[in-house]
C-alpha cells in the first residue's frame, strides 16, 4: 500500500529509502527523488518560499496518483512525503520512493510520480524574493512532461 504524508516537519531522506525496502527480499530496485529548494527562480534569487495545500484534498490527490503508480507497474512498495511551510534554500521539499523487482519499473515509477505530482497536486507555492513576495505560476514544460504518460 502506498504511503502518502503532508509534513511541515524536515524528513529523513535515508529513513524514508530503508522503510520502502528493508525486511522485503522481492525488492530488487529501490529508486528515489528528493526536491530540494532552490535559491534562484527564473534568474531572480529566492530567500524563502511558502508552501500551502488544500487539506484533504491534497491527500487524495497524492493517494491516487500513488495508486494510478501501482496500477501501472510491478511495485513493492511507493512513498510520497512532501512538506509544507515555510521552507529556505537547500530544505528538501518533496520525497517520492519507489521500490519494484527490477530497475525498469522502479525508473518509469518515480519518474510517473513526480511528473504527475507537479501537475495534479493542489500545492500552492510563495517565494520571497528582493522584489517582495510572488506566486509561483505552473509550468508548461511539466504540463508536457505529464502528458507523455
Not at 522481492?26 to 528528493?34: C, E, K, N, Q, S
Not at 511495485?75 to 512538506?83: M, N, P, S
Not at 493542489?122 to 505529464?146: C, I
Amino acid at each position: 500500500m502506498p504511503r502518502v504524508q503532508i509534513q511541515t516537519e524536515p524528513f529523513d531522506i535515508a529513513a524514508e529509502q530503508e522503510s520502502l525496502w528493508h525486511g522485503n527480499p522481492r525488492v530488487g530496485a529501490l529508486v528515489t527523488f528528493v526536491g530540494l529548494m532552490r535559491d534562484l527562480h527564473e534568474g531572480v534569487a529566492v530567500s524563502r518560499m511558502t508552501l500551502e495545500h488544500y487539506p484533504g484534498m491534497t491527500e487524495k490527490a497524492l493517494a491516487e496518483i500513488a495508486e494510478e503508480a501501482n496500477a501501472r507497474w510491478k511495485l513493492e512498495g511507493v512513498t510520497i512525503v512532501h512538506r509544507l511551510g515555510k521552507l529556505e534554500p537547500q530544505d528538501p521539499i518533496v520525497f517520492v520512493g519507489v521500490a519494484s523487482h527490477h530497475r525498469g519499473d522502479a525508473f518509469r515509477a518515480c519518474e510517473f510520480l513526480i511528473d504527475y505530482l507537479k501537475t495534479r497536486a493542489p500545492f500552492w507555492k510563495k517565494e520571497q524574493t528582493e522584489q517582495g513576495e510572488r506566486w509561483v505560476e505552473s509550468k508548461v514544460s511539466d504540463d508536457v512532461a505529464a502528458r507523455r504518460w
